[in-house]
């Protein structure tokens, strides 16, 4: 297809409404634009999911990641829009039919980070007992009681500001949140600590965006080439094959992290129960091309050391 070909039409983004959602699908059409060029026409669609809805109970209660993406989905699907940027991590283990994930641009950062009062540096370690620490992600409820069992968690919802804005309100002590999503929202100075992934172990594809389009529209699929980032692409098939291979949802708590090194790929894996114990963890090593694999040996190896039942419940 030739450069105008390429251009001849707009392109239709369609994402959800949230403060980060907008910033991301700015982002990837800023970079678009910057790489083909001003006579580039896209256009932001904006979709209600359901879960930008339903605000009032845990996502692993109303259906889990699916609920962010199925309505952008069935925008795609009907033709309505060309293009959805999600963030990957909220993207159920398999998608439908007739979709592909086109392309991952190169990585924010992969971590979780404490949020504390303005100005007020914190520990997640350190935090006395009875704190109050808010999340809505069964992972990181878990891993905070591993690392300090004497804080409760209390699960919240709402996007990245609302969160923060809890903390203000003395709704809770702390929150944790992606490092990613307040970075990219000017908010990192909120930041109290930056979580080591060696002990807090990121979800599957934290701090990586996904591309989706349709698998039959050639044109979109050439417009996102210029967005591919070749690290990522090998992380992120580590990643979700470990998320795959357990057909996981954000209602079992997991973790999944992939490193880089030469032409080598390393990646842990982690299942844990929401209270913290038991814990199953995995490592392994091998080439790049092999990252996928990688990710369904270590899935295969949590549930042949008991994962399997933490799965099963969740």
Known sequence: ?????????????????????????????DRLRAHWGDA?????????????QVQDRPLHEIGGKGLFVKSIEAKLLDGSVDLAVHSMKDMPALGPAGLEIACTPKREDPRDA?????????????????????TGSLRRGALVRRIN????????????????????KG???????AAAGLRRLGMGD????????????????????????????????ELLTALVDADTTVRAAAERGFLVRLEASCTVPLACY???????????????????????????????????ALGTAIAEDLLAQGAGAIVERH
Not at 3 to 20: C, H, K, M, N, Y
Not at 114 to 134: M, Y
Not at 149 to 158: A, C, D, F, K
Not at 262 to 277: F, H, N
């Open 1 to 29: 297809m030739n450069r105008d070909e390429l251009l001849a039409s707009p392109v239709q983004i369609g994402t959800r409404g949230s403060a980060l959602a907008l910033w991301q699908s700015n982002h990837v059409r």
């Open 40 to 52: 580039l026409q896209i256009d932001l669609n904006v979709i209600s999911t359901k879960g930008d």
């Open 114 to 134: 404490l949020v504390g009062r303005a100005g007020e540096t914190v520990a997640l370690a350190e935090l006395p007992a009875g704190t109050r620490v808010g």
């Open 149 to 168: 069992p004497n804080v409760e968690v209390v699960p919240i919802r709402g996007n990245v500001p609302t969160r923060v804005g809890l903390v203000d």
């Open 171 to 177: 709704d809770v002590d702390v929150v944790i949140l």
């Open 190 to 221: 909120r930041i109290s600590e930056v979580l080591d992934e060696d002990t807090f172990l990121p979800a599957p594809a934290q701090g990586i965006l996904a591309l989706q389009c349709r698998s039959e529209d050639s044109r979109v699929r």
């Open 258 to 292: 992939a490193t880089l090194r030469a032409d080598t790929v390393s990646v842990r894996g982690m299942v844990v129960d929401p209270s913290g114990e038991p814990c199953y963890e995995a490592a392994r090593e091998g080439p790049r091309a092999e990252a996928g």
